[in-house]
């Protein structure tokens, strides 16, 4: 079946220093990528998303692309802030079917 | 435009006692998705619905969880007899369209329910 690999964390990172959270799924056929984050206090919210092969998604600076031969969204961010200390879901839908699935999680903390 | 209002944000119960948990999902959304989070694990399906109809109940376990989404009022979650291993954070999930259609949920904040 369908599932989502993610790096385990938490992960503690300076201020301007580069983030790579990997993710690795499984899938039976064709499906969207996402990565989902959840500040503080608050529900997850999508931070960005690529529904087919090489695509790039991006937003607030961070970046994932779509590799289909590695089976992989690697969430990648150049140069990272306070601000960004949130958990980092990984998270595949099939284009058929009702749900999402979604890696354990990775916490991040920004350090000043 | 209120995002999509869970409560109670916090729920105690003793075993054996039913747990309820109260989702209203954003304005215009006609679809709602319940998901379960234990500790140290990712978010598990449990059960999709559109008004007054359970569309996917394939993540629910057999017996003593249930779902509804009436047609008015918020959808919810009902747990009988709760165990210890129910203790787990409840999200729940709205969308305008079902998601093959548009790809992305708007979350709530969760229901945390601590078994005693």
């Known amino acids: 079946g369908d599932s989502v690999t993610q790096m385990e964390g938490p992960v503690t990172l300076s201020e301007e220093a580069f983030l790579t959270i990997n993710c690795t799924y499984t899938?039976?056929?064709?499906?969207?990528l996402f990565w989902y984050v959840q500040y503080p206090g608050e529900g997850l919210q999508l931070l960005l998303k690529?529904?087919?092969?090489?695509d790039k998604g991006s937003n607030k600076g961070f970046e994932a692309t779509y590799r289909k031969e590695t089976t992989s969204f690697h969430l990648e961010k150049g140069s990272v802030q306070v601000s960004d200390s949130a958990v980092y879901f990984c998270?595949?839908?099939?284009?058929?079917?009702?749900?999402?699935?979604f890696g354990t999680g990775t916490s991040l903390t920004v350090i000043p | 435009n209120a995002g999509v209002m869970q409560n109670p944000r916090h729920l105690v119960r003793r075993r054996g006692q039913e747990a309820r948990l109260r989702c209203s999902p954003m304005?215009?959304?006609?679809?709602v998705y319940w998901y379960r989070q234990l500790p140290e694990e990712g978010l598990k399906f449990m059960v999709y619905?559109?008004?007054?109809?359970?569309?996917?109940e394939s993540g629910m376990p057999k017996e003593r969880f249930s779902a509804e989404f009436p047609k008015e009022g918020p959808s919810i979650l009902r747990i009988q007899q709760v165990v210890r291993g129910d203790s787990a954070a409840y999200f729940c999930?709205?969308?305008?369209?079902?998601?093959?259609?548009?790809?992305?949920?708007?979350f709530g904040e969760g229901s945390r329910l601590t078994v005693l």
């Open positions: 304005k215009g959304h006609s679809h």
């Open positions: 619905l559109q008004k007054e109809n359970i569309i996917d």
């Open positions: 999930a709205s969308s305008p369209f079902p998601i093959p259609n548009t790809g992305e949920l708007f």
């Open positions: 998270a595949l839908s099939e284009n058929t079917g009702n749900q999402f699935y």
């Open positions: 690529a529904t087919k092969a090489d």
């Open positions: 899938a039976t056929g064709y499906p969207s």
